[in-house]
């Protein structure tokens, strides 16, 4: 049982990226799934999760910019960065929840390794 987050990279401000989770042992889609990130030196912090039903939610400094999804039969969470900016650096880690409070990192049971993303110039 595992997830592995990849996609990460170097990106110029403006610039888009994907990342993508692979998950294995389990059917993704029986759980919320999410994105966190960790900053240097900061937290971990929610970006967006994607329940059960599909519905999905995103931290306000993300709304309109990020969107979260996932493929089924592939069994793999996205999350599709547009317009990044320098304060979205930070390793971004795919995450598997247990409990109902999903914005909270003490809700998931199962993490990716985290892949890094840079946006600079």
């Known amino acids: 049982v595992q997830l592995q987050a990849s996609g990460g990279g170097l990106v110029q401000p403006g610039g888009s990226l994907r990342l993508s989770c692979a998950a294995s042992?389990?059917?993704?889609?029986?759980?919320?799934n999410a994105w966190f990130r960790q900053a240097p030196g900061k937290e971990r912090e929610w970006v967006s999760f994607?329940?059960?039903?599909?519905?999905?939610y995103y931290e306000p400094s993300v709304q309109g910019r990020f969107t979260i999804s996932r493929d089924n039969p592939k069994n793999m969470l996205y999350l599709q960065m547009d317009n990044l900016k320098p304060e979205d650096t930070a390793v971004y880690y795919c995450?598997?929840?247990?409990?109902?409070?999903?914005?909270?990192?003490?809700?998931?049971?199962?993490w990716g390794q985290g892949t890094l993303v840079t946006v600079s110039s």
């Open positions: 042992g389990f059917t993704l889609n029986a759980y919320t």
């Open positions: 994607i329940q059960t039903t599909g519905n999905t």
């Open positions: 995450a598997r929840s247990y409990s109902g409070k999903y914005i909270s990192a003490q809700s998931y049971d199962l």
